[in-house]
């Protein structure tokens, strides 16, 4: 199969979880290594062993601080491999994990991150399993990058397929979104802000498991909005299942000082990483009975419906205002960026 | 051009009158009132904060005009007209809110 | 959020959209350009047009700093940003502008150091944090932002920082209102004034907009009540044939301006005798340079800038979407080869452009049916 790839060299944006890193995965990496599959990429993927059905995942952790508020790269590690396998539906198992580390690196900082791999694991409830580690010099890694592959177990009566996702399904969201991002943004000092945020890392299986009990054969589609922001999934599944998404601004939590950062920085929230919520879509009439079961469980106290799935605008994400006013939410093109104007 | 946002002044710093702590729902960042030199702001007032500086007071009494008069939209239209012959459209006829503006100093 | 959120509220928008509709004459077509890009974006972030009756037509003026700057001057900066010891310090709003070379954060790809900044204070403590580097603050914006950056300049000559210098390109808007106005092919009923330049050089400036032109203008702010509410008293001097200066946003812009940020700003700059703006050509008396007793820290004494003029694609309608003669989806790249995604000119990379604006608003609810509808 042809590649479509036609960039001449990799940016940053191609890593940004945005439209550039789509581009690069469906014109590059899909044609030569998936071949003619015509799958939607997803965040796990789902193989069957003799009537198991495992679900198996990768991913990698390259972020700058590597301890911020709220948490660390070790966390993000573990917890990023469980909520790719969770909102693939799948009760994460286990996780090998590889370090990268930068030459130089003072020891107790390799330790720090590697207890709180530890702490993360136990408290998610999955088991490292294995690992390796390569030294490289000095200056080639910002302190360190973890790659992890985590495996899990398919949980019965949960199918996750944007094809099933219907005109009237309601989107939710199962928490405020844009800490991780800001929290980040923050630590890096360059922008001369503080504010009492933290880094929602955490393993959202509990709740994705309190959504299946309640919705299990409603629940149509999840994800983990990471890089790019809840803005860039809801594209990627507009994309996906050929229908619109329709958005209700003031339904969307957002903390107030996620919202005066952005304000401040001219950002947008639905364009902001998040490491600890999930996106579903689950048929309306489990709607309700989803929302209350989430908002009665610790750590989903704030999860809303959102909005709802419609015919149109087709394959596009629309935002609109108590007041009548609405505007396209296209997905991320590159970093979100700070401006002035 | 110009983002700018309402900030609350928390704090001028002590070892330099030209600097402020200001806050923005919990987002908390020093900006510089350089601009404001000539109508110095204390504790307490809001600003008007573009790149890091200061670039006007914001007056909470012509801000609360302002929603009265947005309220009023739609009352008869006779009420409008009451309300416009005012003036508060003229800067001259502005009643005097204890704030040392420029014009005034005229 | 004190003072943003008072002025979105939902029924005071609502009334103030009857309001409009009882004021807009339905024989009429009103034509207003709001001046400035922070207001191009505010109508499409809160989705105003959507309230608005389709006898009001709102045409984006060329108030984008980042729009309005050719080419060549991109380029230019980012021949400074070459140097290894050279760091090359911008606002976010600059760094995916294509220059011939490529945007700043393509240059940052390759190797070079290019940071993004906040505020041109924020260059400034880079440049003392950095001694044995030289920090060159590429600075864009209308009378807003100037005064900050001639501040900035005024501090570093106190402390006696050597290792910082200004590209300096910032632009003054009155002579871009006068350009539209000239234009043959403009056609106006009235003008929605820029809110936060006036916080500046305050109302009196546009004075001669009303008595010459015998257009209204009105001082604006920038949420959504302020809009809606300007766009109000612009019905009714229109309704009333009159043509005079307002000010809508009281609350931070003062008649007289800003005198102590004027001040600063005569200190630091001076105007250039002309400036070529993207789209309206050369204009005079309308940019800002560093006057000769700052030259230490004016990046255009400090360094050989090859100032090659570079003319803009000739497919490329940047000038007459600027100007407002052509909507964005009438120039021939439009959505083809000029995306957000590789954007041609400025106006599609600024959050503030109206390519940008309009490919992501209007573009898109074209092909829509029945949006707020309930689903069948």
Known sequence: ??????????????????????????????PILFGASAEPLTDAAHVKFDGAQLAITTDSFVVKPIRFPGGSIG????????NDLAVSGARPEALVVTYIVEAGLRSEILEAEVRAMGTAAQKAGVRIVGGDTKVVEHGKADSMYITTAGIGRALKGVVID?????????????????????????????????????????????????????????????????????????????????????????????????RGACELLGLDPLHIANEGQFLAVVAPEYADAAINALNLTLGGEDARVIGEVREQPTGAVLISTRYGGSRIIDMLVGDPLPRIC | MCLAIPGKIIEISSDNPDTALIDVVGVRRKVDLGLLQDDRPVAGDWVLIHVGFAMSKISEQDAAEQMETLRMLGESEAAVQEVRGYGLDEPSNRPWDGRNRVEDLE | MRFVDEFRQPELIARAAEEIRRLADPTRHYRLMEVCGGHTHAIYRFGLKDVLPDNIELIHGPGCPVCVLPMGRIDDGMSVAQDPNVIFAAFGDMMRVPGTHGSPLEHKARGRDVRIVYSPADALKLARANPDKHVMFFAIGFETTAPSTALTVLRAKAEGVRNFSVFCNHVTIIPAIRAILDSPDMRLDAFIGPGHVSTVIGCRPYEWIAQNEHKPIVVCGFEPLDLLQSIVMLLRQLKAGEAKV???????????????????????????????????????????????????????????????????????????????????????????????????????????????????????????????????
């Not at chain 1, 966390?75 to 469980?82: C, S, Y």
């Open chain 1, 1 to 30: 199969m042809p590649i479509r790839f036609r960039d001449p060299q990799i940016e940053m944006a191609h890593g940004a979880g945005g439209q550039a890193s789509r581009r690069l995965i469906e014109g590059l990496f899909a």
């Open chain 1, 75 to 82: 966390e993000l590690a573990v917890n990023g491999t469980a």
């Open chain 1, 162 to 258: 944007p094809a099933s996702v219907k005109p009237g399904d309601k989107i939710l969201v199962s928490g405020p979104i844009g800490d991780h991002g800001i929290t980040i943004l923050l630590a890096r000092g360059e922008l001369d802000l503080e504010a009492d945020l933290t880094s929602d890392t955490r393993s959202v299986f509990p709740l994705v498991e309190v959504l299946v009990r309640a919705a299990g054969p409603g629940v149509r589609w999840m994800r983990d909005p990471t890089r790019g922001g809840a803005a860039t999934s809801l594209n990627e599944l507009a994309r996906d299942c050929g229908l619109g998404i329709v958005l209700q601004e003031e339904e969307i939590p957002v903390r107030d000082a996620v």
């Open chain 3, 246 to 376: 307002e000010n809508q946003y009281k609350r931070v812009v003062p008649w007289e301006g800003n005198r102590a940020a004027l001040r600063a700003m005569g200190e630091v700059f001076q105007l250039r005798s002309f400036f070529e703006w993207r789209g309206l050509g050369f204009i005079s008396q309308s940019a800002l340079r560093m006057r000769d007793e700052f030259s230490e820290w004016d990046a255009e004494q400090r360094f050989s800038i090859p100032g090659i003029r570079v003319t803009d694609p000739k497919a490329a309608q940047c000038g007459e979407v600027l100007k407002g003669v052509l909507k964005p989806h009438q120039c021939k790249l439009f959505g083809r080869e000029c995306t957000p995604e590789h954007p041609i000119g400025a106006l599609m990379v600024s959050s503030e452009g109206s390519c940008a604006a309009y490919f992501n608003y209007e573009h898109r609810k074209q092909a829509m049916v029945n949006i707020l509808s309930p689903t069948a």
